[in-house]
């Protein structure tokens, strides 16, 4: 039986807020991408945020499809698209080096990891528990990809700048967290709301941290210290919006 109904209004009406917000979570990149077709490189941004936020949507895709659940589903599609073209564009305008490192990666991860967990889940895994077992798989590796930005809110402390922390993005994912949080709640879903405490918590965290170092004037040693880590900081900034996206995205 498929979750979204209209005999639910409340729970649809929270998971079509959640997909909307994740939406405009996943989109977040689309500068950094345009900046790497108008500027034909890829510079110092790193794939590996965009290959962990497919391998991620595409497992909540196979959770969506064993629980029915549609707008699981919608999202986590939509995203595994969004991080194709993002990859596609990277390995177009990548050197070699981390061409070849990034389509090892996928190769790994994104077939031979998740042919492996589907390939288990089918032959050596009951029906009856296939969904509870890949939900518990969905939601640790949702809170372990929450740890990410921490280092963000560590870069911001130590800099006293929050140029690499837009205020709007972490507003967003706080918005996601409690979007997807209350689905899961509503759905009586451990696996989608739990994940989301986490998400919850730790953008409450940013949005503090930002308002506090908001109007806080760098000395120029950490300026030239922000500047030169602009592109790790900046890729590490854009990957934790993709991971939460789709896991938290939901």
Not at 81 to 88: D, E, G, K
Not at 161 to 187: D, K, N
């Amino acid at each position: 039986m498929w979750v979204i109904t209209i005999e639910n209004p409340l729970l649809t009406s929270a998971g079509l807020l959640g997909n909307f917000l994740s939406a405009m979570v996943v989109l977040a990149p689309m500068p950094t991408f345009y900046r790497i077709i108008k500027k034909k490189s890829t510079e110092s941004f790193q794939s590996m945020p965009y290959v962990v936020g497919l391998f991620s949507a595409t497992m909540w895709v196979y959770y969506g499809l064993l629980t029915s659940d549609v707008l699981l589903l919608t999202i986590n599609i939509a995203v595994c698209f969004i991080q194709v073209i993002y990859l596609f564009i990277f390995l177009l305008y990548a050197p070699t080096k981390p061409r070849i490192y990034t389509t090892k990666l996928i190769v790994l991860i994104n077939v031979g990891v998740f042919g492996c967990l589907i390939l288990i889940s089918n032959l050596f895994i009951k029906e009856s528990k296939r969904a509870r077992i890949t939900g518990g798989i969905c939601a640790s590796f949702a809170v372990s990809v929450f740890g990410a930005p921490l280092s963000i809110i560590r870069h911001v402390i130590r800099t006293k700048s929050v140029e690499f922390m837009p205020f709007s993005l972490s507003f967003f994912l706080t918005l996601s967290a409690i979007a997807w949080l209350s689905y899961g709640v509503l759905l009586g879903d451990p696996f989608v709301a739990v994940p989301n405490v986490f998400g919850f918590l730790l953008g409450i965290t940013q949005i503090i941290v930002y308002l506090i170092y908001m109007n806080h004037k760098q000395d120029d040693s950490n300026a030239k210290i922000g500047s030169q880590e602009l592109p790790e900081k900046k890729s590490n900034s854009e990957g934790e919006a993709c991971e939460r996206a789709q896991m938290a995205e939901v």
